[in-house]
């Protein structure tokens, strides 16, 4: 599971900064965080001890962060809408790596990456890759912010309704831990990421078939 899932979180932030690099934005770069060390983006709270306490407590579910690169909107060439696009970036640099991991299940399966505990292997890691990275898409684009979806929501947005979903930031943590805490009962995540996610490894099939 190690390697997919830090590719996942690595790419994913990574994704960003090269999106606000491409818009005008250095300073991702400036910082190093455009690197594929996945040391760069690991962040003590989010990504260690929030997953472990969680963990420790036999939490329903798992929940957890990488470090965000660091992206200043004011040096972007349009902000409100260039915000949209580096807010994407990082989902669909899931997507593709859903794929790609795609590709490699298909070439374990046929053999032609070896054979045996070696196909196993990649077509166990490969299997994980591509749930991972589709749940962490789906799940990211849910339109509340911090999460990507929230930002790209309100890079779309008029004016008015954009700077109204902007103020919900500062508590847009705590209202996604209040979603997986009561999906169980009320299924409200679910609702969210299940039709989309769905529809992705529709599509994954296809390719696989």
Known sequence: MAIPVLLAIT????????????????TAKA????SLNPLKHIDLVGTVLMPVLLLVLHSPFLFGWAKPV?????????????????????PAANVAMA??????????????LGAGDVRD???????????????????????VPPL??????????????ARAVARLEPYGLWIVIGLLMLN?????????????????????????S
């Open 11 to 26: 790419l994913h932030e990574v994704a960003h900064g090269r999106a606000a690099l491409l818009f005008g934005d250095t």
């Open 31 to 34: 910082q190093g965080r455009l």
């Open 70 to 90: 660091p992206v200043d909107f004011r040096r972007l060439r349009h902000p409100k809408a260039d915000m949209a696009w580096v807010a994407a970036a990082g």
């Open 99 to 112: 794929f790609g991991w795609t590709l490699v299940l298909k070439l374990a399966a046929s053999g032609l």
């Open 121 to 143: 292997w990649l077509g166990g890691m490969a299997q994980v890759g591509i749930a991972f990275n589709i749940v962490l898409a789906v799940f990211n684009m849910i339109p």
């Open 148 to 161: 990507d979806g929230g930002r790209v929501l309100v890079g779309v947005l008029p004016m008015a309704p």
């Open 184 to 208: 169980s009962r009320l299924h409200i995540l679910d609702a969210l990421i299940g039709p989309p996610a769905n529809a992705l490894m529709s599509l994954i099939e296809r390719f696989l």
